[in-house]
Nanobody
Framework: QVQPVESGGGLVQAGDSLRLSCTLS????????MGWFRQAPGKERVFVAAINWRGDKTQYEDSVKGRFTISRDTNIMSLQMNSLKPEDTAVYYC???????????????????WGQGTQVTVSS
């Protein structure tokens, strides 16, 4: 069973940086498109960023463009988050797509595997 595993969440102040990482147990990351989603308290889970299997396609939600960078290596996918704002506070989920890995998908329905999430809290 493929299982994404997130790490790197924490409590930071506004303006700080944080780096989230995701590894994939039970599967090869090189055969999956990968994405980050987040869910703030009382809100739906929403798209943050995505990268395809080769790393040559990326997509970002408008509010994080210029602040967040998604990247991937052989066995790890990362989300570098700079200039963090209180509104970035959420549980961040890593997701893996094996069906259309060449796509950096924005829609959660395209992903088959989900991690448990890691909390990111940004204080003002």
């Amino acid at each position: 069973q493929v299982q994404p595993v997130e790490s790197g969440g924490g409590l930071v102040q506004a303006g700080d940086s944080l780096r989230l990482s995701c590894t994939l147990s039970g599967g090869s990351m090189s055969s999956h498109g990968m994405g980050w989603f987040r869910q703030a308290p009382g809100k739906e889970r929403v798209f943050v960023a995505a990268i395809n299997w080769r790393g040559d396609k990326t997509q970002y939600e408008d509010s994080v463009k210029g602040r967040f960078t998604i990247s991937r290596d052989t066995n790890i996918m990362s989300l570098q988050m700079n200039s963090l704002k209180p509104e970035d506070t959420a549980v961040y989920y890593c997701a893996a797509d094996s069906a259309t890995p060449y796509v950096a998908a924005r829609e959660s329905s395209w992903y088959q595997y989900w991690g448990q999430g890691t909390q990111v809290t940004v204080s003002s």
